[in-house]
């Protein structure tokens, strides 16, 4: 059974630091690796998707990496802003092509 | 890809009674997906709801709790019945953002149900 944790769990910085969200899974057969966004009591949106022969995918200020053989994943954001302020979820497609396993989120709060 | 107009947004419900979310898709799609989100917790997938087939329920989920209807290629209801306060949750509905599961998934705005 796939099983994806993220560290940490919460984390606090001041405005324009560059910071790094990690995403582990334990079955490395994935069909890809997509990461969330999601602000309180509200739905996900889409940042990024990386396949599972990609290495990384960028998007604005964005930067994914994917190691499929260790079972890890980063999301760094470049110069964070108080707008960044979320919780960030990767989530994994394994089981036959259909299934989202989500990881167990970072809540990022980003400081004047 | 594909939107999704997921509605209500949220309702506050007494123990016991049924509410009902609905998913509008803007484009066929063959497999729609419902997701609960239980107060700080990850997502857990519900259901896969297939149009013209009974919904595949996952482990720890039953038809009579959590019926699902699939009546054409753009639009599923997820009815959480006999709500007790702990189905207080937000309910998400999902779908491959371009038919494909290889290029994503997108996902409506959720349903903020609280159970009283």
């Known amino acids: 059974k796939q099983e994806v944790t993220q560290i940490p769990a919460a984390l606090s910085v001041p405005e324009g630091e560059n910071l790094v969200l990690n995403c582990s899974f334990t079955?490395?057969?994935?069909?890809?690796l997509q990461w969330f966004r999601q602000d309180p009591g509200k739905g996900l949106t889409s940042l990024l998707l990386?396949?599972?022969?990609?290495r990384e995918q960028t998007s604005g200020r964005l930067n994914a990496s994917l190691d499929k053989s260790s079972g890890r994943s980063t999301l760094y954001i470049a110069a964070s802003q108080p707008g960044d302020s979320a919780t960030y979820l990767c989530?994994?497609?394994?089981?036959?092509?259909?299934?989202?396993?989500f990881g167990t989120g970072t809540q990022l709060k980003v400081e004047l | 890809s594909a939107v999704i107009s997921q509605k209500p947004s949220r309702d506050i419900c007494q123990r016991g009674t049924s509410l009902t979310i609905q998913c509008q898709v803007d484009?066929?799609?063959?497999?729609m997906f419902w997701y609960r989100q239980q107060p700080g917790q990850s997502l857990t997938l519900i259901a896969t709801?297939?149009?013209?087939?009974?919904?595949?329920?996952e482990s720890g989920f039953v038809i009579d709790k959590f019926p699902i209807s699939r009546p054409n290629l753009t639009f599923s209801t997820l009815t959480v019945s006999n709500m007790s306060p702990e189905d207080s949750s937000i309910y998400l509905c999902?779908?491959?953002?371009?038919?494909?599961?290889?290029?994503?998934?997108?996902f409506g705005s959720g349903t903020r149900l609280t159970v009283v």
């Open positions: 079955d490395s057969a994935i069909y890809n």
């Open positions: 484009s066929q799609v063959t497999m």
């Open positions: 709801a297939n149009q013209g087939s009974e919904a595949t329920y």
């Open positions: 999902s779908v491959p953002r371009t038919g494909s599961a290889n290029y994503g998934y997108t």
């Open positions: 989530a994994v497609l394994t089981g036959g092509g259909n299934k989202l396993t």
């Open positions: 990386i396949q599972s022969s990609q």
